[in-house]
């Protein structure tokens, strides 16, 4: 079992940068893709940015070039730097960690970007 913890989310300007953090507990041994989803009141939870063990990366087309995902794989902790943000990228954040063919979830982290 693989329990994941958030940090980072928060209100920021359109404009404005913030650092999401993830960590990893419990079984960890065995993890392979992680990333970041998001999801708003009344839409389906969206993929933003995946990152495999060995640190190959997958962003969605309405975040490149403004976000980035990376991950520390002695700690076990993915991060999310987000730059740029704009009001539209409003949305509670989870992260996710997949083992053995089965997906684990955060409990999401809430970021809010002002106009």
């Known amino acids: 079992q693989v329990q994941l913890v958030e940090s980072g989310g928060g209100l920021v300007q359109a404009g404005g940068s913030l650092r999401l953090s993830c960590a990893a507990s419990g079984s960890i041994s065995s993890i392979n893709d992680m990333g970041w989803y998001r999801q708003v009141p009344g839409e389906p939870r969206e993929l933003v940015a995946t990152?495999?063990?060995?640190?190959?990366?997958n962003y969605a087309d309405s975040v490149k070039g403004r976000f980035t995902i990376s991950r520390d794989n002695v700690k076990i902790t993915v991060h999310l730097q987000m730059n740029s943000l704009k009001p539209e990228d409003t949305a509670v954040y989870y992260c996710n960690a997949n083992q053995l063919m089965r997906a684990y979830w955060g409990q999401g982290t809430q970021v809010t970007v002002s106009s």
């Open positions: 990152i495999t063990k060995i640190g190959k990366t």
